[in-house]
């Protein structure tokens, strides 16, 4: 029930702050009507970081305390992240056509290090699809999971110093959202939106969560209904093959 | 102490044993330098013949080549085992997993180290890259590359090795990790072979150095909660 | 202004996507409730 009034909260947060992204804040000046395309795509980069880190640090639970709970946030944080993820990417294209004038930019360190999170969430999921026990599972994806997170970092830096020398893209940095002298109404606008989808986050993780306890223990209850049915069907045999009489040696 | 030099002996051990394997060529090591050399004529073929163009990917096409090769590297030692069902005896000694760990991942370090210099050559002829006084700070680059691929490596082999669909889950998993590694490897060869105009071999190799003691420690860590299966 | 359609495509994906995820994941708790019901009537699902 409380979830259920979180999600229609969340559900007039994000739409009070897309109206207000998209029709009350005034354009860029540099970037025109494209700057309101930050307040997504910051905002999901965002989320999408964070649940990285929270699925990480579920592996590390459960990796300590065997509990699969911790593996279930785990999983939420996945799913919820490499949805947040792609929409990162796709709004920072969205973005770059028109004010790079291409959709993709090697030098810039947050598009090509969120591209490679993208491709690290997705090696996760698919790692959790293949292993069918859950404990095989919930320790692969721990290990993964904290690896993935611990490179992380270190990719952003290495794209930083790949840039090196070359000059960064002239207009419409990222970044300038969040410098100290960006436009108080656009940080009004995307700490709007990112409370907005923190929100959403929430929610999403809440109910995925329950999703996966619930889904595992139809899981468990399946399994262990095919290991009863199968020892009902050995010992049914059994009395049969003990009246046959054997064949006799010749 | 003692414990340190328990586990010291028993990857030392493990890494021999390997190495035996390895040099036995029943593992099939050689056919994995020359696959990865093959790799590098393919390449060739696919961005030449234009020989200044090779001559500036070179180092992009050195480590593309070492990475392949080093996941079929990483890949073979751990499968021996796992088809012989040795794994699980490994789990089952009372020795501590960060040596096991250490012994595989240094036997794979050192055969990733004979392959990428192995292909050093190979490279300076197919790509007409004269390699001089830089075979020094290559062989550097080389090393601290094969120690950080074969740190992530290990740990990624022993994850995927009795996974369905094993072949492609190792690289899918683990290429994006060494992404960073690629990057600055190829950044820290082109520097060397450059003459290091800008100053920057030595800040790349620190880069390498530090993914390598990362993921070296990160490793030694999470092994033993993947061989426990 | 030319930029509308990025503007448009970037909100309209990225929202949609919100509200497909949810209502999907609200669709398969419903389900899965049902399904834990079935099999232990008396159980209380949380």
């Known amino acids: 029930m409380k979830t259920r009034i979180l999600g229609l909260v969340a559900l007039a947060a994000v739409i009070g702050a897309a109206i207000n992204g998209l029709f009350l804040v005034p354009p860029d000046l540099n970037q025109g009507d494209a700057q309101r395309i930050m307040y997504v795509h910051v905002a999901s980069a965002w989320l999408a970081y964070a649940s990285f880190g929270v699925t990480a640090l579920a592996g590390i639970g459960y990796l300590v305390s065997r509990d699969l709970r911790f593996d279930a946030v785990a999983l939420a944080g996945a799913e919820v992240g490499v949805m947040f993820t792609a929409f990162a990417i796709w709004g920072g294209m969205m973005w770059g056509r028109p004010v790079w004038g291409v959709y993709w930019q090697w030098e810039d360190p947050r598009l090509t290090t969120t591209a490679l999170l993208l491709a690290l969430y997705v090696g996760y999921l698919l790692l959790r699809r293949l292993t069918d026990d859950p404990s095989r599972r919930a320790a692969r994806a721990a290990v993964v999971g904290l690896i993935a997170a611990v490179d992380i970092p270190i990719v952003h830096f290495s794209v930083i110093w790949w840039r090196g020398l070359h000059q960064g893209p002239t207009i419409g940095d990222p970044s300038k959202l969040l410098h100290p002298s960006a436009p108080l109404l656009f940080v009004m606008a995307l700490l709007a939106m990112l409370g907005a989808f923190t929100l959403v986050w929430t929610y999403l993780m809440i109910r995925r969560y329950q999703l996966a306890r619930m889904e595992w223990r139809l899981e468990d209850a399946a399994r262990r209904d095919r290991v009863s049915a199968a020892r009902r069907a050995a010992s049914a045999s059994a009395p049969l093959r003990a009246a046959q009489p054997e064949e006799p040696a010749r | ?229 | ?46």
């Open chain 2, 1 to 229: 102490m003692n414990d340190l030099r328990r586990g010291l002996s028993v990857a030392l051990a493990i890494a021999r044993k390997d190495g035996i394997s390895e040099l036995r060529g029943r593992q099939a090591a050689g056919s994995t330098i020359f696959f990865a050399a093959l790799v590098l004529l393919l390449f060739g073929f696919a961005l030449g013949p234009d020989s200044r163009r090779l001559a500036e990917a070179a180092p992009g096409l050195l480590w593309l080549a070492i990475v392949f090769g080093g996941l079929l590297t990483v890949a073979r030692l751990h499968q021996l085992e796992a088809d012989d069902g040795a794994l699980e005896q490994l789990a089952l000694y009372p020795v501590d997993r960060r040596a096991i760990y250490a012994g595989k991942a240094l036997a794979g370090a050192a055969a990733m180290m004979v392959l990428g210099g192995l292909l050093l050559p190979v490279v300076a002829i197919l790509y007409a890259i004269p390699i001089g006084a830089a075979w020094l700070p290559l062989l550097v680059a080389v090393a601290l590359g094969a120690i950080g691929f074969a740190a992530v490596g290990t740990a990624y082999a022993g994850l995927t090795v009795r996974m369905r669909a094993r072949e492609v889950m190792l690289p899918l998993l683990l290429l994006p990790i060494v992404a960073p590694l690629l990057l600055a490897a190829v950044k820290a060869t082109t520097a060397a072979l450059g003459g290091d105009p800008l100053g920057e071999l030595g800040s790349w190799l620190q880069l390498l150095l530090a993914f390598d003691v990362i993921m070296l420690i990160v490793g030694a860590g999470t092994y033993g909660f993947l061989l426990e299966e």
């Open chain 3, 1 to 46: 202004m030319m930029d509308a359609g990025f503007v448009i495509a970037a909100y309209g994906v990225i929202l949609a996507g919100i509200a497909l995820y949810a209502a999907l994941l609200v669709r398969r708790l419903r389900i899965a409730r049902e399904a834990l019901l079935r099999n232990n009537p008396v159980d209380e699902v949380r």
